[in-house]
Structures are given as C-alpha cells and as structure tokens.
C-alpha cells in the first residue's frame, strides 16, 4: 500500500513542514507543534515496531503495554483540559470508557485474548476515549467560564451546584461525539478506515473486514459516549476544574 523507497522519508518530511508552515503563515498556534508530533510518532512508531514482537509474546509484557498506552492518554488529554494535578481527573472517563467496553467484547468471546488481537483493539479504545475526554472537558470548561452568569442565575433558582453546571455545559460537551458520529454515520461513504483496509490486506474477505470494521466503529462509539458522560459529571461536581485548587 505504501512504497519503501528512498524517497519516503523526503516525501514525509515535505509533508510535515507543510503542516508547521500553513500552522504558522495562518497563525494557528501549532506550527512547532506539528514538527514535534510527527517526530515523536517516527521516534515511537520506531521503538513500537521493534518491541511489538516481544510484547505480544508474554502475558505481563502485554499488560505493561496497555496500562503504559493507558497512562499516556490520561496524561496527554488532562493536559489539553487543565494544569496541575486536577488534569490527571481525566484518567478516570478514559478508564470508564474503555474498560466496560474491552470486557464485553472479551466476554462475549467477540474478540480473541490473543495479544496481538487484544492490543490494537485497546489502543484504538484508549485513544478515541482520549480525545473525547479532552474534547469534552475543554469544551466543558470554557461553557461554565463564559456562561458563568447563568450558572449563579440556576443557583439562585434553587438547583444544586452540580445540577446548574451539568444544565449549562452538558450541551457543549456532547459536542465532543460528533467526529466519532461522522466516522460511523459515513464509514463506507466517505473513507474505508484502517481496520477495513488492514483486514483486505492481511487477505480476509470484505465481509470479514466489514464486519471488523463494524464492531470497532460500535465499540469506538460506545466508549466515547461513556467518556463524554464521566468528564461531563466531573467538571460539574468541580473535580476538573481550570486551574489547579
């Protein structure tokens, strides 16, 4: 699908500096970001594709892996909500995305417990669950801080503080649904995602692919709304707050 010649690097570090410099010229605040992004994901991608071998090969390795994949997406998405140690709160929307998820489709014998199977299909949970939740609380967080004349208006009216937060926020929050929606809603119609095309490659038929697809993309979904759910409650109790407290 990709071609290993000695153009590939020239082509990707073209890419990437097209992304820094439209970031830059158009003031969008991430031009050294994208630099740092895409070398961190050759440094990473790197060491995966060395270890993987050894990782898939113990039952310990497997889980270090996991819960190490798991501590990286807590960290990345409190960052993007908040500073200091009130961020480290979105470890737990992530794990209640995830989690629930992973054990009902281990459960019900949907997927193999076979590593190689069981990796991919975490990583693919903990990183939509990261983005949701980082979404979610931003979004969140910036609702109650813009809004915060109403908040105080739906105390005065009697409503409990976690009751007048969730009433004004719980709308922008949701909003953090709506990729993984668009993803499902036009899968087939507008991209044929990673794993559909992993599967034809790999040489299953399109309806093993297709059917693949279908429970990550269910799955995917379900656990995103679970994140958005718990970030919700958790900006409105105060627990992730703007700042440390």
Do not use: K, N
């Not at 994949?69 to 909500?81: E, L, N, S």
């Not at 014998?109 to 990261?130: H, K, Q």
């Not at 983005?131 to 409503?159: H, K, M, S």
């Amino acid at each position: 699908m990709i071609s290993l010649t000695p153009v590939l690097p020239v082509a990707l570090v073209a890419l990437a500096a097209l992304g820094a410099l439209v970031a830059w010229l158009g003031r969008l605040g991430h031009g050294r970001a994208v630099l740092t992004a895409c070398l961190r994901a050759v440094v990473q991608l790197g060491a995966v594709s060395l270890l993987i071998t050894w990782v898939i090969a113990s039952f310990a390795a497997t889980t270090g892996f996991i819960l190490l994949m798991y501590a990286v997406a807590a960290f990345t998405a409190g960052r993007r909500i908040t500073p200091g140690r009130a961020g480290w709160w979105a470890a737990v929307p992530i794990a209640a995305g995830t989690a629930p998820v992973l054990a009902l489709l281990a459960a019900t014998g949907v997927i193999d417990m076979e590593s190689i199977v069981v990796i991919p299909i975490a990583g693919i949970l903990l990183g939509g669950c990261m983005t949701a939740t980082a979404l979610a609380g931003r979004r969140a967080l910036d609702e109650l801080e813009q809004r915060r004349g109403e908040v105080e208006a739906a105390l005065a009216l009697g409503l409990l503080p976690r009751d007048a937060a969730l009433e004004i926020c719980r709308s922008a929050a949701s909003q953090a649904l709506v990729p993984a929606l668009d993803q499902t809603r036009t899968v087939g119609l507008v991209t044929l995602p990673g794993s559909f095309v992993g599967m034809l490659l790999g040489g299953a038929s399109p309806i093993e692919a297709g059917v693949v697809q279908l429970v990550v993309l269910v799955a995917l979904l379900a656990a995103e709304a679970l994140a958005v759910l718990v970030t919700t409650d958790l900006v409105a109790r105060g627990f992730i707050t703007p700042a440390a407290r």
